[in-house]
C-alpha cells in the first residue's frame, strides 16, 4: 500500500494554500520566508539626489538583439513584410517582437509566483489565525472528503458490513453505519440505521478539466450524497454503538445513559434500506434483548464474532451477554468481572483468542481476561499504571495480534507489545509501552489500528483533531546527522514563526469538526474513515493512506 506523508492542509481566506511537503514517504522542512519580494535597485545616486546625478544602470536582456536608435532591426535577408514598425518610428521584427512580449509575460508569472509563495505559511494545530484569517480545506489533500449534520450529536457508531464486496476502490462509494443520539430530552433520543451513496470522490473540486483527465474527472461528478435512514426510539441518550460485524446476521447494541444496554436485530431495516416498498413490521423496530444487571450507566461494548456480548459499565463491573445455540435466545451472566477500581471505559475481544478480551479503566490500568476462569475478580494480566490519567480507549491490532494500543485523558497514546507482559507475578518489574505519543492537547477519545496495515493508526482527540500515523516510519541515521546543528528534518516554523517539532510518524491531520468523539476505518474500503464529532459526521479518504 503506498503511503505518503501529509497534513490536512488548509488554506486561508486570501486563497493561500498551505501544505507540508512530502517526498519519499519522509517529511520535508523548510523555513517559508515572510515579506515583500526583493527587487533590483539602483545603487550610488538615485534620480532626484542631485542635480548632476545620473540614473543607475540596469541590465538589459536584449541588448544583444537591439541596435541603436537611428537603424533599422533587422537582420539579412529580411522582407519589409517582416518588419513592424514600433511607436517611435522604427522597425523590428515580428518574430523578434513575439519573443519580447512572451519573456515579458513569463517574467510577469514568475514574479507572481514567487510573490504567493512568499506569503503562504505553515499551518499547525494550535497556531493562532489572525482576525480575518479563516482555514478552508485544501481538496488534494483528500481523495475523498463529505459532511454529513444531523439533528441532535451522536456520540458513537459503528459501520455495517454489506454484500458490495471487499476492497473497494472504485468511486462512488456506498457504506452504512448504525448510530444513536444524545438529544435534549430523553424521549427525542433514536438509533438509526443510515446508508450513505453517491460518495464521490473530490480530490479535482476545484480544478480546471484537463484533456489528460477527462476519465478520472468523470468520475467525480459534482453531486451531493444521498442519504437514507432507519429510525427507532430509544429510551435514553446513546452513549457507546457496536455492531456484530456479520452481513448475514447483523446485530446492534446500544449503551444507553439510563443504565440499560439494548441488543437490536438490524437485518429487517437493513432491507428495507435496499427496497423502497419493503413491509417494514412493527416489532423490527424494538429491541430483541435488554440487559438490565448494570446498575448504572456505562460506555464500554463490544462484540464477538459468534454473538457474545461485553458490557462495561461505570462501577466497574463488567457482564458478558451470550446468545444460545438451540433457541436463539440471549443471556447475561449474573457474575460480573471485577477486577477494576473505577469506570471501565472501554472493551475489546482479542482477535485471536476466543477466550481472551482486554479492559481499560479510569483507574489507568489495562487488564486482559479469560471468559473460562472460574475467578472472575482477578484479571490474568494488569498493567497497573498504563497512564498518568485515565486510560479512556483501547485498540487490538488485528494483524499483529501481539500489540495494543491505548489513549488516554492527558492527550497521550502508547503501544503496548503484549509479548513482554508476562504472568503478571508479584514483584515484576514495570511495564512499559514501547512507543508513546505526545501530540493531541486534549483526552483521546478514539483509537483504532488499520484493519489490515499492522503499523497505521488512527487517533481522534478531544482537541478537534483526528491524525493519522505510520509507526513504521523512522529517521535515517543521514537524516538526523544532517538536522543536528541546525533543525531537525521534521521541525516547521509556525505562522508566529515559532518552530514545532513534528513527529515523522505523523502522516495526517484531519481537522474540520468540533469536539470529535469517535472514529472508525472501513472495513471494505481500504483507506477510508469515518468519525463522529458533536458537529456532525466526516466521511473522508485521505492521500496518505
Partial sequence: MSKRQATDTQALENGME???????????TGNIEKGERRKKKATGNDVGLGGDDEMGEFEDMFEDEMESEDEVVESEGSAESDLEELEDGRYIQKNMLSRIKEEQDREKEEEQEEMGERESKVYLPGDKLEKDEELVVDNTAYQMLHFLNVSW????????????????????????IFTGTQADEAHKNEVMLMKMTKLHRTINDGKEQDENDDDEMDEDLDEDPVVQVRTM?????????????????????????????YIWD???????????TYNL??????????????????????????????????????????QRTDNGLFVTDKSAFRGHKQSVEDLQWSPSEQNVFASCSADQTIRIWDTRANNRKTSRLCVSQA???DVNVISWNKVSQYLMASGADDGKFSIWDLRTWGGGASGQKRIL??????????????????????SVIAVSGADDQLTIWDLSVELDPEEE?????????????????????????????HQGQRDIKELHWHPQIPGAIVSTAYSGFGVFKTISV
Fill in 18 to 28: 498551505i501544505d507540508l511537503p512530502i517526498n519519499g514517504g519522509e517529511r520535508i
Fill in 153 to 176: 450529536p451522536c456520540l458513537s457508531f459503528d459501520v455495517v458490513r454489506d454484500g458490495l464486496g471487499e476492497n473497494r476502490t472504485r468511486f462512488p462509494q456506498t457504506m452504512t
Fill in 233 to 261: 426510539k430509544h429510551r435514553g441518550g446513546v452513549n457507546r454503538v457496536r455492531v456484530k460485524q456479520s452481513y448475514d446476521s447483523p446485530l446492534g447494541a446500544t449503551w444507553s445513559d439510563e443504565g440499560k444496554v
Fill in 266 to 276: 438490524l437485518k429487517e431495516q437493513l432491507n428495507s434500506l435496499e427496497t423502497s
Fill in 281 to 322: 413490521q412493527a416489532k423490527a423496530r424494538e429491541p430483541v434483548y435488554t440487559v438490565s444487571t448494570h446498575d448504572v450507566e456505562g460506555f464500554a461494548l463490544d462484540w464477538h464474532s459468534d454473538g457474545r456480548l461485553l458490557t462495561g459499565d461505570c462501577d466497574k463491573f463488567i457482564y458478558l451477554t451470550q
Fill in 387 to 389: 497512564h498518568n490519567s
Fill in 433 to 454: 509501552p514501547v512507543a508513546t505519543m505526545d501530540w493531541h492537547k486534549a483526552p483521546v477519545t478514539s483509537i483504532e489500528w488499520h484493519p489490515t496495515d499492522d
Fill in 481 to 509: 546527522q544532517n538536522g543536528a546543528g541546525s533543525r531537525a528534518v521534521n521541525e516547521f516554523v509556525g505562522a508566529d514563526g515559532s518552530r514545532r517539532t513534528v513527529p515523522p510518524q505523523l502522516l495526517f491531520v
